[in-house]
């Protein structure tokens, strides 16, 4: 039997594994994603690796906290490896690949599906592809209808992270599309100053949704 998710209750050594599992699949799907997308994947370099392990290291650790051995566990480890190449490749080239949003949602789903039998909770399940659809939709509306910046890649990665927080609850459905146009705001604030008070012509937005979306998965209960 799973048990149920409780932030804080995992053992430290049941953390560290996961972090350390996450790792080394984060430098995997990192080497699968060269290997697909080569032009958009960036040097290769020892730095670049460290970097990579670290934080995928550090997301896994930090989810395996919040979740402990549950069912919902690996659907999360996954979004957070797969948010590392996103995050890296958005702010390079300001483009979110389908070819990674697509099978984080797909992959997603089937995990969650899983989890949520596993638990007896498909209610939690219909929650979170309502909320799939709720925040695409509503950046697709702002795409459409306002100049903010928003391009179809980040509405497209509103779709699985919809997905994840709406599996956990309509709170973290809110709160974290709210956080990620502060973090957005913050990220063009930060930029403009940079560079001298001129705006940039295009701000990577999808880094803020992923880090708003981790940041109220790993902190609201």
């Not at 430290?12 to 032009?39: E, K, M, S």
């Not at 702010?91 to 979110?96: N, S, V």
């Not at 999808?206 to 708003?212: F, H, R, V």
């Amino acid at each position: 039997m799973f048990e149920t998710a409780a932030a804080g209750t995992a053992s430290p050594l049941f953390i560290a594994g996961v972090g350390l599992a996450g790792a080394c699949l984060g430098l995997l799907a990192d080497a699968l994603i060269r290997r697909a997308l080569p032009q958009l994947a960036g040097e290769v370099s020892t730095r670049l690796k460290i970097t990579t392990a670290a934080v995928t290291f550090a997301l896994a650790s930090l989810l395996a906290w919040r979740f402990g051995s549950t069912a919902e566990l690996p659907a999360y480890v996954l979004l957070g490896i797969l948010a590392v190449p996103l995050a890296r490749i958005d702010i390079a080239h300001h483009l979110l690949p389908n070819r990674l949003i697509g099978p984080l949602l797909v992959a997603g789903l089937a995990l969650l599906t899983f989890a949520a039998l596993a638990q007896g909770a498909a209610g939690d399940l219909y929650r979170g592809v309502a909320g799939s659809v709720i925040l695409f939709g509503s950046y697709l509306i702002l795409a459409l209808t306002s100049r903010n910046g928003l391009g179809m890649g980040d509405v497209k990665l509103a779709a699985p992270l919809g997905l994840y927080l709406g599996y956990l609850g309509w709170s973290h459905l809110f709160y974290g599309g709210a956080l990620a146009f502060v973090a957005g705001g913050v990220a063009s604030v930060v930029l403009v100053l940079k560079n001298r008070g001129n705006r940039p012509k295009e701000v990577a937005y999808g880094p803020s949704m992923l880090a708003a979306g981790l940041a109220i998965i790993l902190l609201l209960p």
